[in-house]
């Protein structure tokens, strides 16, 4: 089978039927199912998770996924094995460099990755190459992370909570498919150069071959059929050649056998404003590296808190193992200011730890029943000082952690 015809099911799980995210309704893959001679039974494998907590609030975020797989082992629902590293300010003030060997080495042999957050003021004298966001700009290359899936769906009782008025955003469910491991993120020459006259001269490279444009608008295309069948592709073709290429390659392999999914093009500038006057347009935005993460946050608001965004990053299918490398971690970033204080949200993080289930493990079902235990506790009135409203209840991490899990114990 071919890498774009197998985006959402783990090579080596059968997915025997399917069933719909009590959320969003979209189509997901059923739990994994043998079937042995006339008797259906499940297999009870035993998934390798590798945490990377990090810094700032990433270890309090990632204190309520360790509950939730807790709460999955308790259940017999499904069996992890749990190792955890160091990654970021973190892993500098260990040993010296923002991600260890060893710890790379875990993260290759994992089923897959759970990663919090990095960085902080702490760390802004360090050597460039070893600064906290280098730790996960190396996961993402040396796994060949490409494609990043970013969700932004509003949650109905946090409509209020946007920037933008209710009627915009209510029933928003878009999802940003963001290149990962090319443009100027990696390209080459990266660097500060001395001009001899007291001058100096910086340069970032945005570069992208063919092949890295096909592989993500296949994803994009594979992902829309299982949406609203519709994708807008972004880029700055008028001013720069890494946009001419990405526009004459998506509209190539979209003529590849995807003429059924609706492609329509965008210069950047222009969709981050038709994102922000009129967002339910979209269903998949596709679009490079860097004008993915500045969408992606502008997508985020749009949901009411940066702490409400979960992403996926999922490489190719390894041909010898049948499994794709994959990493999890909410778009916010390590929150300094509020560290420590147990008051992060930790919704972006257990909604990104349903997508490891959806995307990885094979356990769509349940990543649908964590995102709706998500929706019932935000329906209770119950929010995080980030999406503090009017009339709501506010509460600290653990709190949010514990209500998500008695709703998560009512759908069981
Ligand atoms: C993101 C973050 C990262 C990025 C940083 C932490 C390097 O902003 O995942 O969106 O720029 O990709
Ligand atoms: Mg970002």
């Given at each position: 089978m071919s890498e774009a015809k197998n985006v959402f099911r783990p090579a080596n799980l059968q997915t025997?039927?399917?069933?719909?995210?009590?959320?969003?309704?979209?189509?997901?893959?059923?739990?994994?199912q043998l079937i042995l001679g006339s008797k259906a039974e499940f297999i009870m494998a035993t998934h390798k998770l590798f945490l990377l907590p990090g810094d700032g609030i990433g270890p309090e975020v990632m204190g309520e996924v360790r509950r939730v797989i807790q709460w999955f082992q308790d259940k017999n629902i499904a069996s992890f094995k749990l190792d955890e590293g160091l990654v970021g300010g973190a892993a500098y003030d260990a040993h010296g460099e923002s991600i260890?060997?060893?710890?790379?080495?875990?993260?290759?042999?994992?089923?897959?990755?759970?990663?919090?957050a990095v960085g902080?003021?702490?760390?802004?004298?360090?050597?460039y190459d070893k600064r906290p966001e280098a730790g996960l700009?190396?996961?993402?290359?040396d796994l060949a992370l490409y494609a990043n899936l970013r969700p932004a769906i509003v949650y109905p009782a946090l409509a209020d909570a946007s920037s933008l008025k209710r009627e915009l955003v209510d029933g928003?469910?878009?999802?940003?498919l963001r290149e990962l491991t090319g443009g100027v993120y990696f390209g080459e020459p990266k660097e500060i150069t001395e001009l001899g006259n007291g001058q100096k001269r910086a340069v970032d490279t945005q570069v992208y071959e063919s092949y890295e444009i096909d592989r993500i608008s296949r994803v994009a295309f594979e992902l829309a059929r299982t949406r609203n069948n519709a994708v807008c592709s972004m880029e700055k073709r008028n001013v720069m050649k890494s946009g001419v290429l990405w526009n004459e390659i998506v509209t190539q392999t979209h003529k590849d056998g995807f003429e059924d999914v609706k492609l329509s093009h965008m210069l950047a500038d222009a969709g981050a404003m038709q994102l922000v006057r009129t967002p339910k347009q979209f269903d998949v935005i596709l679009t490079d590296n860097l004008f993915g993460d500045i969408l992606s946050d502008v997508a985020a608001m749009l949901t009411g808190s940066l702490g409400m965004l979960p992403s996926a990053s999922l490489g190719a299918i390894g041909?010898?193992?049948g499994l794709r490398k994959a990493l999890y971690e909410p778009v916010h970033g390590s929150a300094p200011d509020i560290a420590g204080q147990g008051m992060a949200n930790p919704i972006a993080m257990i909604a990104s730890f349903a997508m490891c289930l959806r995307y990885s493990l094979g356990m769509g079902?349940?990543?649908g029943k964590i995102e709706t235990a998500i929706a019932l506790t935000l329906d209770q009135g119950l929010r995080t000082s980030d999406i503090m409203q009017d009339g709501m209840k506010k509460i600290g991490t653990t709190q949010m952690g514990d209500a998500i899990l008695a709703e998560l114990d009512a759908l069981a």
């Open positions: 025997s039927s399917l069933a719909s995210c009590q959320v969003c309704h979209h189509t997901v893959p059923n739990r994994q260890s060997d060893a710890d790379m080495a875990k993260a290759m042999a994992a089923d897959a990755i759970i990663f919090g902080g003021s702490k760390w802004d004298t360090v050597p700009l190396r996961l993402r290359k928003l469910d878009i999802l940003i041909e010898k193992t079902e349940w990543a």
